[in-house]
């Protein structure tokens, strides 16, 4: 059997550059307790290996005791959690993405006059509630075209199109040609979709078509994990979504010549390494 890992497989620059911060303030934190708020990443391996740290997890700024660290995620955090976190005695170390920092910063901009956003994300998910958050004017979230057509829009309103970062690319410019083609709509497209999640989609896309079951490993939470599995299946290769090495069936996969494997941007390389194990004992 032939095992073929994808070269996006693992960490993006976002995710590894918040856990490398993270890294450097508990080596640097003297004693001083460090809090989460909300989990750094999307993946339970590596928050449960952070809370061995001892760092803790919060869901809510007031829970952040008075001269503590706080950092804040890759996925950011909305404009009010922010302001409450700043007017409060914590010293916070702001992980955000710098590429979803940029996607804040420009719907920001663009929804500052009378513009209604339209965002392409997931409701509940903690990067939407943030990017929402700098709406000037409302916002509509959707995850699907559908979702969209129902949505009304107004002749002579202006709407500000976005996406959250690890959306689908080719989902997103068929939803901008539809707007665009409609000469009553006075949209301005923000490209706020993430090349790591585009290059990540692409290859898992290719290596899908060269073999004959793939393997996608990320928190089951993870936004981006469940999209690249999304990607492999409609490309019509058989799949498994897995966590850990210990959710794989490894005997239905005997009968297999060739797997190809893919993780999420939140997936840890010990976790891939172990799967890559795992499969190349058959
Ligand atoms: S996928 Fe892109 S936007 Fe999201 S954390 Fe990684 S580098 Fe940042």
């Known amino acids: 059997m ?4 994808a070269e996006t497989a693992g960490f993006c ?25 909300g989990p750094i990443i999307h993946n339970p391996q590596v928050l449960k ?10 869901d809510a700024p007031e829970k952040v005791p008075g001269g503590a660290y706080v950092v804040i995620r890759a996925h950011g955090i909305t404009r009010q959690v922010e302001e409450e976190l700043k007017a ?8 955000t993405c710098p ?3 940029k996607a804040q910063l420009l719907i920001a901009r663009h929804t500052g006059d009378d513009s209604v ?12 509630a943030g990017l929402v958050s700098y709406a000037g004017n409302g916002y509509f979230v959707f995850d699907t075209s559908e979702e969209l057509e129902q949505y009304e829009l107004v002749k002579g309103k202006k709407y500000v199109l976005a996406a959250q970062t690890t959306q689908d690319r080719v989902l997103f410019d068929q939803i901008v040609e539809r707007l665009s083609s409609d000469k009553d709509v006075d949209v301005t497209v923000l490209r706020t979709i993430c090349d790591a999640t585009k290059l990540r989609q692409a290859e ?3 290596l899908a078509a060269e073999v004959d079951f793939m393997v996608v490993i990320g928190g089951y939470n993870s936004g981006n994990t469940r999209r690249l599995a999304q990607v492999v299946s409609d490309a019509g290769t058989p799949c498994k979504h897995v966590e850990t090495l210990a959710e794989l069936p490894l005997n239905e996969l005997v009968g297999y010549s060739r797997i190809g494997v893919t993780a999420g941007a939140s997936t840890p390389r010990m976790l891939i390494d172990e799967v890559l194990d795992g499969l190349e004992s058959l």
């Open 117 to 128: 956003l339209l965002l392409y994300g997931e409701a509940d998910h903690p990067e939407v």
């Open 204 to 206: 898992a896309k290719t």
């Open 99 to 101: 590429r979803v920092k």
């Open 49 to 58: 290996h952070y809370a061995e740290l001892g760092v803790v997890m919060v």
């Open 13 to 37: 620059m976002g995710v590894d550059l918040a856990l490398t911060r993270l890294d450097q303030l508990i080596a640097d934190a003297d004693g001083r307790p460090i809090f989460i708020l």
């Open 88 to 95: 409060r005695d914590v010293h916070i170390k702001d992980a």
């Open 2 to 5: 032939d095992v073929v890992l």
